[in-house]
Every structure is written in structure tokens, then in C-alpha cells.
Nanobody, 125 residues
Framework: QVQLVESGGGLVQAGGSLGLSCAASGLTFSNYGMGWFRQAPGKAREFAAAISRSGISTSYADSVKGRLTISRDNAKNTVYLQMNSLKPEDTAVYYC??????????????????WGQGTQVTVSS
């Protein structure tokens, strides 16, 4: 009964900030690299950010570098995405995901085993 539950989505003005959380249960959280993906209306789901099991290493899509920050608290079984300087093009459903154990590219969504249901982020211009 693995569950990933996102929260924190909402409506924000361009240039504003928003923090997302993803609470995990039913798995040994520290054994999984975690990622955030997003899907805008009419577009394919795309990679946004990822973090290693320990939290030491992070990866970001070029489009979000310097604006989005991924972090995790293994004691709380939670991964976060802090979003600053938001742009209308950041509007999307944001999904958190747990990476399948083993070697794989963090930005490749096929390497993730578990997915949340997503939370809507809307950035108004």
C-alpha cells in the first residue's frame, strides 16, 4: 500500500512562490530517490527535479534551475519542492515519484516505480 500524496498546490501570481510537499508511506523512504515531474495541459509529462536517497545530490531541468529547489526529510518521509520566481509556463499538475531501486537516469520517468496523484499549480500573469 505505497502512497505518495502531494499537497501545497494552488494559484499564485507570476513572480510569486509556492511550496509543495509529498508525503510517502508504505515504503522505506530513505531507500528511494525521489523526483518531481509536471504536466501542463495538452503536453507530455516532463522532468522537473530529483533528489538522491540521502539528499546529497540533486538534479534539475534547465527550465527550472535557480527557481525550484528540491529537498527531503527522511525522518518525516517527505520530499519538498520550493518554487520561487514562478512563471505562467510553470502552470501544470505536479507529481512526486519514487525512483525504482537500481541504476537509472533520474530525469527518465520510466525509472520511477511509484507516483502520486498530483497537485495543481497555476501561475497567473
Amino acid at each position: 500500500q505505497v502512497q505518495l500524496v502531494e499537497s501545497g498546490g494552488g494559484l499564485v501570481q507570476a513572480g510569486g512562490s509556492l511550496g509543495l510537499s509529498c508525503a510517502a508511506s508504505g515504503l522505506t523512504f530513505s531507500n528511494y530517490g525521489m523526483g518531481w515531474f509536471r504536466q501542463a495541459p495538452g503536453k507530455a509529462r516532463e522532468f522537473a527535479a530529483a533528489i538522491s536517497r540521502s539528499g546529497i545530490s540533486t538534479s534539475y531541468a534547465d527550465s527550472v534551475k535557480g527557481r525550484l529547489t528540491i529537498s527531503r526529510d527522511n525522518a518525516k518521509n517527505t520530499v519538498y519542492l520550493q518554487m520561487n520566481s514562478l512563471k505562467p509556463e510553470d502552470t501544470a499538475v505536479y507529481y512526486c515519484a519514487a525512483m525504482r531501486p537500481g541504476f537509472g537516469t533520474r530525469s527518465d520517468q520510466t525509472n520511477y516505480e511509484y507516483w502520486g496523484q498530483g497537485t495543481q499549480v497555476t501561475v497567473s500573469s
